[in-house]
């Protein structure tokens, strides 16, 4: 049972960065088994060379098109991150999302665009969506997720997650380990301890409570 949250400030992470020994380094002194670390998507994505600024994109008329459509989902929102978008998924399948979502809203449902066109796209955080200096990009979502997870726990020993959360209590556990309860740490999670600004802790060490408990007993012998 998780009893307690430590966010862990890292240095600014890049692609030349590996995120699992980025882990690692900042939790293997303080993360033990029975924990769990949770790894906010977007330093993951950063990682693996998902980030990519707008004047790099070249958006197609459809893209150019399709931002001024009304009840725009997500970032998507302007004409680079579509053009990423329809290339992530191809450009056939996300006009299907499109037209999904218009049916969809006719008879009042929401969520189609995703379903249709792919989760992952739901995933991309456009312009000020992650911590300086990325800011300004365009950041995909993580490719093979369960894999980063488990080479977490393989080289640390402890439970991994990664999530996509946001500060309006939508949760996304994209990849858990064995060992963790994903629809109970969704609710634990709703108030985002992760932090993208100035906090810069991109890394939450999610504490047990048998662990919180040692952690407290060292302290007051201090």
């Known amino acids: ?13 890049t692609e030349k960065d590996d995120i699992v020994d980025v882990v690692e380094k900042y939790t293997g002194k303080i993360a033990s088994p029975g ?21 790099t994109v070249k958006p197609g008329l ?14 998507l929102a302007a004409p680079p991150s579509i053009q990423v978008a329809m290339e992530e998924v191809g450009t056939a399948r996300f006009l299907l999302g499109v037209a999904a979502a218009g049916l969809g809203r006719l008879v009042g449902r929401r969520g189609d665009f995703y379903r249709v066109a792919g989760r ?36 640390t020993g402890v439970d991994a997650v990664i999530t996509d959360i946001n500060d309006i209590g939508k949760v996304d556990i994209l990849a858990a380990t064995d060992g963790v309860d994903s629809e109970a740490l969704t609710a634990y999670l709703k108030d985002n301890p992760h932090g993208n600004d100035d906090q810069q802790t991109p890394i939450v060490v999610l504490v047990s409570s048998e662990n919180l408990r040692e952690i407290n007993a060292a302290a007051q012998q201090c």
Not at 1 to 13: D, E, F, N, Q, S
Not at 42 to 53: D, H, K, N, P, T
Not at 132 to 139: L, M, Y
């Open 35 to 55: 924990d769990i670390v949770a790894v906010a998507e977007s330093v993951v994505a950063i990682s693996q060379g998902r980030a990519i600024l707008p004047d």
């Open 120 to 155: 992952q796209l739901a995933q991309i955080d456009d312009f000020a969506g992650t911590m300086w200096p990325f800011d300004r990009h365009i950041v995909l979502g993580p490719k093979d997720t369960q894999r980063v997870v488990e080479r977490i726990k393989q080289v």
């Open 1 to 13: 049972m998780i009893a307690g949250r430590l966010p862990i400030r890292t240095h600014i992470i």
């Open 62 to 75: 459809l893209a150019k098109i399709l931002c001024h459509f009304p009840g725009k989902e997500g970032s």
